[in-house]
């Protein structure tokens, strides 16, 4: 069974600052991989995925995520924070064919002025 | 053209009523899912749907819960006998078989 961890509860950024968030997971073959944004009374929403292939993966709004095998780890990365990014940010890895997705507990984003 | 509709959106319920909650994805998508998010916790994975089918039932956390789905659409999540705990945001999500989950906004549960 898969699983995730997303070792940060919350992270606070100064807007304009670089940021990373953590995320490893537990699966014995090939994940598919995902990082979802809930802001703040919204829904949740994708941001980027990756299924195989090319193992730096490009999202919306500016994010990046990097998949690294050999670390079981799917960071998310965004070069210049701006204030509307503050939301959670959830991790999440299916099984192959990508089905029974699991999410990890999030990490809440703060930005400051 | 809409995106995956939950109702209620907001329930309140007395401890050891029924409740159920329905969830209508979006047309054609087969896949359809539940997760149950508590306050500043993540998404607890409850259930998932293939058509009508479900695989993996391992997440509904007792014989309280349980979940069906018709004709390869609608799915109803019943809670029997409520208890305060079962209070949360249920989210359902669907998917066209991408991997990519599309959510609702999902249904407020208060146990009273």
């Known amino acids: 069974a898969q699983s995730v961890t997303q070792p940060d509860i919350h992270i606070t950024v100064s807007e304009g600052a670089s940021l990373e968030l953590r995320c490893n997971y537990s699966y014995g073959a090939t994940p598919y991989l995902f990082w979802y944004v809930q802001s703040p009374g919204q829904g949740l929403q994708l941001l980027l995925k990756?299924?195989?292939?090319?193992?730096l993966v490009q999202g919306i709004k500016g994010f990046e995520a990097e998949f690294k095998r050999s670390q079981s780890s799917f960071n998310l990365r965004k070069p210049s924070v701006h204030w509307s990014d503050a939301a959670e940010y959830f991790c999440a890895v299916a099984n192959t064919g990508g089905f029974k997705t699991i999410f990890g507990a999030g990490t809440r984003l703060f930005v400051k002025a | 053209g809409a995106g995956v509709s939950q109702s209620p959106s907001n329930k309140v319920t007395e401890k050891g009523k029924d409740v159920e909650l329905r969830c209508d994805p979006i047309?054609?998508?087969?896949?359809l899912y539940w997760y149950r998010q508590s306050l500043g916790q993540g998404l607890e994975f409850l259930i998932y749907f293939q058509g009508n089918s479900a695989p993996d039932k391992s997440g509904l956390p007792s014989d309280r819960f349980s979940a069906e789905r018709t004709g390869g659409s609608v799915s109803t999540l019943t809670i029997q006998r409520t208890q305060q705990e079962d209070s949360a945001v249920y989210l359902c999500a669907s998917s066209p078989d991408t991997g990519e989950l599309f959510f609702g906004e999902g249904s407020r549960l208060t146990v009273l």
């Open positions: 990756y299924f195989s292939g090319d193992t």
């Open positions: 047309s054609g998508h087969t896949a």
